[in-house]
Nanobody, 123 residues
Framework: QVQLVESGGGLVQAGGSLRLSCAAS????????LGWFRQAPGKEREFVSAISWSGGNTYYADSVKGRFTLSRDNNENTVYLQMNSLKPEDTAVYYCAATAYPYSTLLREYDYWGQGTQVTVSS
């Protein structure tokens, strides 16, 4: 299994920003593409953003497009999710995940998951 560890979650007011990180020390992570998903209470886990294996292309859910930015630092085996203009509906547990596909927006295509980090946006 690939070890994925999220960090950076917390409490923020609407309109504020947070930067989430997902790190893995195992070099095997370089063979996977990375994505972020989130799950609010009582809801299904949903796609947020993904980055290609090479880091050259990013993909975003319509709900976060223009507000979130995903980047990957292969030298550090770390992916970052910069979240700006946060809204109360962004409140959820955020998970980073890894897939053997070059990139994917599909939940079922991800093989490894982090433990999640809580993001709470107050109104």
């Amino acid at each position: 299994q690939v070890q994925l560890v999220e960090s950076g979650g917390g409490l923020v007011q609407a309109g504020g920003s947070l930067r989430l990180s997902c790190a893995a020390s195992d070099v095997i992570l370089s063979s996977y593409s990375l994505g972020w998903f989130r799950q609010a209470p009582g809801k299904e886990r949903e796609f947020v953003s993904a980055i290609s294996w090479s880091g050259g292309n990013t993909y975003y859910a319509d709900s976060v497009k223009g507000r979130f930015t995903l980047s990957r630092d292969n030298n550090e085996n770390t992916v970052y999710l910069q979240m700006n203009s946060l809204k109360p509906e962004d409140t959820a547990v955020y998970y980073c995940a890894a897939t053997a596909y070059p990139y994917s927006t599909l939940l079922r295509e991800y093989d490894y998951w982090g433990q999640g980090t809580q993001v709470t946006v107050s109104s």
